[in-house]
């Protein structure tokens, strides 16, 4: 039943895309397409312009601006169905605005083949129109996905804003003030580079250690030169150099050196530990 179902649904779903195409053809001013409308109108125009007036002069003027009214629809922003356009037409050609109009209670009359021609010459006239529209929406539309995009990308970096304003707010600033005294007060970045420099085996088996003792003497000179309304980020930025090279843990293995002052190098893994956990991304 159900294979019989989708057979017997498959024509209407053909029926209805084939309009779609003719519709979306017409309002981009495709010339076969306006063809193809014409003829399908040609005779509804026609038999509805004679049934209203009675004489063939005036039936002619008349399904000409029943066809004008529907290439109106087709410049409009929205897409007109098929059925709409017909029923424009009809309304137009007839002159009976208020007249509702029944296909099944008309009987059918072909159009004069000249009377054809002049509507296809009328519907190719309105091409440069209708291509205008077209090209009109097409703009418009644009603009108004710039917009949305532009409206959606300020939200993020609201959001975004807000998070590093809260975070930088969660950590007191006298915080920061105070790691800033103890690395200035016990010139922790001075004495780290002269322990690098007398680190034993610096250029060889702790050539890593060495280079972890030059980069957090380097962290430690930009912690204490913050000055108090520097950007979040610096921070921020400073917390991910920490955690990217794990600084506090190569720290604590150099400590375990003999020989090597491990007050400056525990003090200074404190330090830096402190900078991580405070503004390390979360």
């Known amino acids: 039943m159900r294979r019989l179902a989708d057979s017997c649904q498959a024509p209407v779903r053909r029926h209805r895309r084939a309009e779609v195409m003719l519709i979306s053809g017409c309002r981009r001013g495709n010339e076969d397409a306006l063809d193809a409308f014409v003829y399908r109108i040609a005779d509804l125009a026609w038999r509805e312009a004679l049934s209203a007036s009675g004489d063939e002069v005036a039936a002619r003027r008349s399904a000409i601006e029943g066809l004008r009214a529907a290439l109106s629809l087709l410049r409009g922003w929205r897409t007109p169905s098929l059925s709409v356009l017909e029923r424009r037409v009809a309304a137009a050609a007839g002159q009976r605005q208020g007249r509702r109009w029944a296909r099944e209670t008309r009987v059918e009359v072909a159009a004069p083949v000249d009377l054809v021609d ?16 077209a090209q009109q929406r ?145």
């Open 118 to 133: 002049d509507l296809r010459r009328v519907a190719r006239e309105s091409i440069p129109e209708l291509r205008q529209a």
């Open 138 to 282: 097409f703009f418009w539309r644009l603009q108004g996905y710039a917009v949305v995009t532009a409206v959606v990308m300020g939200l993020v970096m609201v959001l975004v804003g807000y998070g590093t304003v809260r975070q930088w707010q969660a950590v007191p600033p006298s915080l920061v003030e105070g790691l800033q005294f103890r690395v200035r007060h016990a010139a922790l970045s001075a004495a780290l580079r002269d322990l690098s420099w007398d680190l034993p085996e610096a250029e060889g088996t702790n050539r890593r250690l060495a280079a972890a003792l030059e980069d957090a003497a380097l962290v430690l000179d930009e912690i204490g030169n913050l000055a108090p309304d520097d950007d979040p980020q610096k921070l921020r930025y400073l917390a991910f150099r920490i955690s990217r090279r794990d600084l506090p843990a190569l720290l604590v293995e150099a400590a375990s050196i003999q020989g090597l002052e491990t007050t400056v190098v525990m003090d200074t893994a404190l330090a830096l530990e402190e900078v991580s956990n405070w503004f390390a991304e979360r």
